[in-house]
């Protein structure tokens, strides 16, 4: 047992019909994981399936228990977008859809060794350039101070691959704006309400030295915003985020925020099922997707006050998912 | 009221065979072997995690920290397996262990509840983890050691699986043949009775909490093998799930009444809750609304009412 | 159950406090003074005022946890029961996912909830018998279900001027949500010293068969005070709403353990009988004071956790030297 | 004749495995104090829960004032003016007297829900000026003596004769067990004083008590009413006889099986003992020697026993055991140094009621019941039957849960626990007689001395002065922590009750 005796997919092509779709984020309750498996509703429904949605509270465990579970199912054509909660959580997703046949795309997290060229069904890693977003919202956010002051940072969830590389590109901001100095940086754990405390606590510590903060995600970013309001601040302090969450991305557009970067959920929870689609009904050879489509990081944008206006309203653009165009949003191979 | 004696000790297998009948009039599709065998190996190491905590709960207490244990445990395996190779699996079990044994006596000497001195041991822990973790996770790039235990006896029954059975079979027989399940029950019924009939209070809660850690260790041995890596958080979401399953089969929280067995059976329905609910195709939010009320139904079948007089 | 060993007579009849609750005031003093030693920061008013607004919406959900805890129960459905009611407060006041306005209407609503919940982890501990720490763990988990039901994939902010103001607009110094708080906090001592809900449920920690003797019914009590504790905690709900100025599901996050935290460090029992909402008042103010005082003095994040550990551990094993006897039951 | 103020007619009561009550018949007059013997297990508190409506019958008929009733809850018998103050001490330890007084029918003092504490507090001083109890009606009651706490019982039945215009009828199950004589003494009073306005029902298993203070006595035996007697001229031997069915011996403390005691080097040695609690206490005890400490609560007495099984810390001090000094760091050591503890609170520190009685027989002693390392079923079989039988231990079997047992058979239960073995050296027995019958305590008087004849030195908190002086080969006298005096008490020259009571105070 253990799940050999599929064929191994990619031989005999679907049926359209008889594909399967699993789209897993971690919870429906955040607006960006909801906008993920909005996404894959849409695409799915645009060839006439529908998309099973799993979830999995944010809890490793469970991820990989639904995933055994799933494999233990049906698996010649099964199509899985994946988020894995974390790099350590990729390895056993990939190796059991490997053995079982099943087509994979994972987002996000993936330890750098482990590399979707080697497998057969692992048909793609997507992420986004952690240390440029971090870089790019710290040196719009040195901008916005003028280009001398203090910042603090809010850090995500200290163990994810996200929260570090956003960081390390916020020190890379930090080494060419050198008027700016960063005074704090505390974990808020991606999330509004501990930003929204953590932030008190931390502009009572520096006081009106604080000209900026710097949160590596919008939710920390807006929970910063509340913070401020609450101390009478609103305003007097520039604060920018990842994500473009829509929240943040109205606060950009009325100023209220500096800046954000797009991490285009609908259009992940989407393209991933449709690489996987175009995989299984062979539409789209494995061996002939370019290696640098294997693992990619994906197009995205800094939102300043000046371009907000279009992110303003997400909406996935159906030619995005037509096989021809699934890698069209590459910016470069994994580094 | 011999033959109702009888039945209320198979409940928590009364509930998990209802369970998997739900499930598959859900969708038929469950009920397959490969479905069940995979819902025993991923059930593995909520087993023996289970287990282990159950006994702190026999004795009246309760070890919030075993999680973050069994997070610590996979850091420190992936970080010792290079160098120790074979040993590290022993190492890690018996460094969990110790760290239990440790927070038994923190609790035990300086006269805290096990509720507090396990959630510092549960913060602590995590802390440690982090740091010597790097906050990331650690790959294991040769698993030979610890290969077997993501391996298939006989082709059918998951190795882990099977090591769960054995350490919950293993615990169950000593605590029978020996005197030290009168000493659990006591110290978990009457903690003051027992002490002054000279049981070894502190010692069988410090051994209690050790079993707990150890097992943690186990737990911890198990994801690694089956995640390839270890992380400083990895565990930590399977604490309540445990707690869970302790409750679910029937073992009394207020200690006492109960047995490792029946939190065999207890990790079984919730890992079939957790798996289950999703695979049918239940929502997200519906999913949670089912996971508390079954879960709450499921204790109120299994709790032996003649054996717990007041249920707080 | 929980047996205690029985103390021996003590020589004088006691009313009031004594020597064996001064153990969490002096460590609240103690841990107070170290981190004002330490930090300039620390000590500075408004850092004080901080501290205790921060503290506002640990205490309401405390004030709830500390009636269930005082009759030997548990409670671990703050998290789920925020949740539901930071929804639903979000969704019925001025927002922007749909056209309600019912203002005070619709916290009231949401409180009513919390009662909801409370009620039902009541009845599931008094009808099917399930122990409370099951119950509200299961009813967590509703809880969670309805407040992602009502998310439905986009997040509700609030618009409502009055709402959002509770945690901006300042009366002495301190947010309204703060006087919120010590509202609730005054109306649970009086709840506890002055209603017959308040002295059975002290009563049924302390022995609940003999309630039971003297031709009381319990039950109705015990279903009581969840709900109670459920509208402090539907109350939580809707403050944390009105600090973030939008409904989150995630909104109670880890306040089911803090709570549980501060009103054991406070002196509460959570085996029944003893403590009471100063206790938890004082546990909620040493768990903020720490939490606070970490971060002022720049503990590195990574070892934040394990420091507030050890020192919550330490807190309360120096408060329960007092009482320690040789043959004492520590559950 | 009046009607009676109670009547019950063959009243049947069935338990897995038990019949605790057999058709019993009982008639109380107005204003009487009637009172209760019986051997364990006879079925007395049985009888009397059902009068208060917390046992169903399964057959039979309760006649109040003449009309048969239903009593379905504490609260309909109260309606109906009956009210008990339990075996088992039963007030909210946390709670004032006050409460505890008005607790279930508060009254006025609560209205809506919310407390009047100053009529709360007058109502209880109303019900504690009844029995002339001077307590603060709004002190903890954990805070309170037991005698103190008995009489907020009292006070707290009393209050049903709010509920009705009847002179009530108070019931009193053992009330005596954990009072000391003076205590007893001011009880007595008030039960005088109560049979002004009520009727009483007592329950004692000191027959002397129960002569004295009732004006006449039912007999119960295997859940029947085996006879009457009233107690004017009666003699406890006549009560005995009937409780039992035949004579019993005369030599209750069996006087006659005492050792000599040889002053050989001592068993037990204890110098300069320091705690808490007491202060330099020295003294020995020989083998095969009995020896009593007497004094009030309070005394130090209980904590000198408990550190004496390393159950209570000591501060300074020495202990010997057969000449070898021994450090008693833990109630294991204890044990492991051959000395067995009886606890006075068999409920909470005796027992662990959920477990069977073959646990909690061998809890102490697992060695009696190991082959090697594992429990030998059969082993622990034979030897918990032979000791069932040894004890006549009345039980459906030795699986049963000990709390189903009635109280003296828990307490040989728990006395067998440190024979079992049959390593013990010393024995320290707090109130061992405590709620035994007059049979069971010739038993356990018996079996001490048989322990004694084989070496086995005793210490003994005596559970009455008779009891001490009809067993100790010597007595020590405590007052505020430390030995007051030793008196001598062999056999032909014992001191009476007066002597010791003058030392004690
Ligand atoms: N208004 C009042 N008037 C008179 N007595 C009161 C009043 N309120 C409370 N009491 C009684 O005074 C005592 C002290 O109150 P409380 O029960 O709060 O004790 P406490 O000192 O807080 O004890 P703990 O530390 O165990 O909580 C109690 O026994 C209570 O019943
Ligand atoms: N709840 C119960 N379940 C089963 N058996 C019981 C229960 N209560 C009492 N019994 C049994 O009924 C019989 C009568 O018990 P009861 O307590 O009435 O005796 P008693 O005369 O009060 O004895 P004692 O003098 O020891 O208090 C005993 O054999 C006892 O074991
Ligand atoms: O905000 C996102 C967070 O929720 C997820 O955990 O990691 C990526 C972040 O951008
Ligand atoms: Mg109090
Ligand atoms: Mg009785």
Known sequence: AGGNDTAAGGEAACEPSAVRLVGQVRNESNPYEASWL??????????????????YDGDSTKQQEQISQILAGDTKCLVMNVLPNGDSDTAPIVKGADQAGAYLVTQWNKPADLKPADYKTWLSHITYNGVESGQQIGDALATAIGGSGG?????????????????AGLQKSLE???????????????????????????????????KGIWAANDDMALGALEALQQAGLAGKVAVVGIDAVPDAVTAVKNGTMTATVSSDGSWQGGVGLAIGFCAATGKLKVEEIAKDNRAFFAEQFLITKDNAGEFAAPKTNPADFECGNVFNRVAGPLT | MKPVHRLTGFMPLIALVALVAALTVADPDFLTQRSLIAVARTAAPLIVLAAGATLVVLCGGIDLSIAALASLSTVFLALWLPELGGLATPAVILVAAAIGAAQGAAHVLLRIPSFIVTLGGMAILSAVALVISGAGTVRVVDDSTIHWLDLYLAGYVPMSAAMAVLVVALIAVVLTVTPLRSWIAATGYSESAARLAGTPVDLVKIGAFCVSGGCAGLAAVMLVSRQFSGGPTMADNLLLPAVAAIVVGGTAITGGHGSVWRSFAGALVVTLLRVGLPIVGVPSAYEQILYGAIIVVAVALTLDRAKVSTVK | MTSEVVNAPRRQSRRGASFRDAGPPVALIVVFLVFAALSPQFRSLDNVANIVDAAAVLAVVTCGITFVLMMGSIDLSAAGVMGASALTVSLLVANNRNDNDFGLLGIAVAVLLGCAFGCLSGLALVLLKVPSFMATLGMSAVGLGVATLMFAG???????????????????????????????VLVGWLVQRYTRLGRYAFAIGGAEEVLALSGVKVKPYKVAVFTLAGAFYGLAGVMVTSQLGAGLVQAGDGYDFSAITAAVVGGTLLTGGRGGIGHSAVGVLLVMVLTNGLVQVGVSPYWQGGVEGLIVVAAVAAAVIPQRRRNQVVK | MSVPALEVRGLVKHYPGVKALDGVDLVVRRNEVLGLAGENGAGKSTLLKALVGLVAPDAGSIHVRGEPVRLRSVVDAADHGIGMVFQEQSLVPNLTAAENIVLGSEGPAVRRGVYRWEVMRRLAQEQLDKIGSRIDPLARTDSLSFADRQMVEIAKVLRIEERTQHPPVVILDEPTSVLEPKEIDTLFAQIRRLREFATVIFVSHRLDEVLDVCDRVTVLRGGRSVGEVATAGAVPRELHRMMIGSTGSDDHYHENAATTVVSEEPRLSVRGLSGATFRDISFDVARGEIVAIVGVHGSGREDVCRALFGAEPTTAGEIRMDGRTIELPSTRAACAAGIGYVPAERKIEGMVGPMSVAENMTLAKQRARLAGPFVAPRKQATLVDSWIRRLSIRTPGRDTPIQRLSGGNQQKVILARWLVAGDVRLLLLDHPTRGLDIGARSEVYRLMREL??????????????????????????????????????????????LDLVKEMV
């Open chain 1, 38 to 55: 909005a996404g894959g509703d849409a695409f799915a429904k645009s060839v006439g399936l529908t998309q099973e949605r799993l979830t």
């Open chain 1, 151 to 167: 910042i603090i940072a809010l850090q995500g969830v200290l163990d994810t691959a996200a929260a570090k590389d956003r960081f």
């Open chain 1, 176 to 210: 060419k704006n050198t008027g700016v100095k960063l005074l704090d940086q505390q974990a808020a754990n991606f999330s509004r309400a501990e930003a929204l405390t953590v932030t008190k606590t931390l502009l009572t510590k520096h006081g009106d030295k604080v």
């Open chain 3, 154 to 184: 986009v997040q509700p902010n609030i618009s409502d001027t009055m709402v959002k103001g509770l945690a901006i607009e300042r009366f002495l110094g301190l947010s309204y949500l703060t006087w919120i708080a010590a509202g609730c």
């Open chain 4, 452 to 497: 004694a004849a084989t070496g086995v030195a005793t210490v003994l908190l005596g559970d009455s002065l008779e009891e001490a002086i009809g067993m100790a080969d010597r007595i020590l006298v405590m007052t505020d922590g430390r030995v007051a005096t030793e008196v001598a008490c062999p056999n032909g020259g014992k001191p009476s009750p």
